[in-house]
């Protein structure tokens, strides 16, 4: 399985825009990127997915590179809620196929 | 949105218990459900693959006798875990993904169970 590339943790202000970065070099034509968050104490939560174009929804934004290389969920204004763990996992399109979580990027968010 | 449940979130039992997990889809239909395994401050793991109306896909290293699962309709998958010793104690999450046909719909978690062996 392809895998990603995450920084450990990060940091940002609450009411400041986030881009948590993925690196995803050794992605094949068939995996889809997908984004989760943990909260402490919680299962994960889905934020986002895509493949190729950039995706939008109520919770983030999800910018590709052209290349599929790597990608940023971006949330446009951080809240306290936002800290969380936050996973970026290559997901096969294949019937069944799972999600296999690495270690995440663990956000904190600054009052 | 879609919702799991998973029931129930804390167990406390003494050595030797077998302790059963719910996990129930609460307003879609799941063929396939999801059991995790996550130990403090590390990554989820996953444990096997809960097919409806079939016998479960275990990962390497997952023992089947120890973990049983049972998937026996669209909405209900359980996990027991037999004879459960101190080192079984972790934090158990399921997740679901809702039969629409379209491979890459998301999984749906359950807030999880503490389980804690004495």
């Known amino acids: 399985d392809a895998k990603t590339t995450q920084p450990n943790s990060m940091e940002s202000n609450e009411e400041e825009p986030v881009h948590l970065p993925c690196n995803h070099s050794?992605?094949?034509?068939?995996?889809?990127i997908h984004w989760y968050r943990q909260l402490p104490s919680q299962g994960p939560e889905y934020v986002i997915h895509?493949?190729?174009s950039n995706v939008n929804n109520r919770m983030a934004s999800l910018a590709i590179a052209e290349d599929r290389k790597s990608s940023t969920l971006i949330l446009h204004r951080a809240t306290l809620r936002d800290a969380a763990v936050y996973y970026c996992?290559?997901?096969?399109?294949?019937?069944?196929?799972?999600?296999?979580f690495g270690e995440g990027t663990q956000l904190t968010v600054n009052p | 949105g879609a919702v799991v449940s998973q029931h129930p979130s804390r167990v406390i039992c003494k050595s030797g218990t077998s302790v059963k997990i719910e996990c129930r889809s609460l307003d879609f239909q799941a063929t396939t459900m999801f059991w995790y395994r996550q130990f403090p401050k590390q990554s989820l793991m996953l444990m096997a693959t809960?097919?409806?109306?079939?016998?479960?896909?275990?990962e390497q290293g997952v023992e089947k006798d120890k973990f049983l699962i049972n998937h026996a309709s669209l909405t209900l998958s359980t996990l027991t875990v037999t004879s459960a010793h101190p080192e079984d104690s972790s934090f158990y999450i399921c997740?679901?993904?809702?039969?629409?046909?379209?491979?890459?719909?998301?999984?749906?978690f359950g807030d999880g169970t503490r389980l804690s062996i004495l």
């Open positions: 050794t992605i094949s034509g068939t995996d889809y």
């Open positions: 997740s679901a993904r809702e039969h629409t046909g379209h491979s890459n719909q998301p999984q749906h």
């Open positions: 809960s097919n409806e109306g079939s016998k479960a896909t275990y």
């Open positions: 895509g493949l190729t």
């Open positions: 996992i290559l997901k096969k399109e294949t019937s069944g196929s799972r999600l296999t």
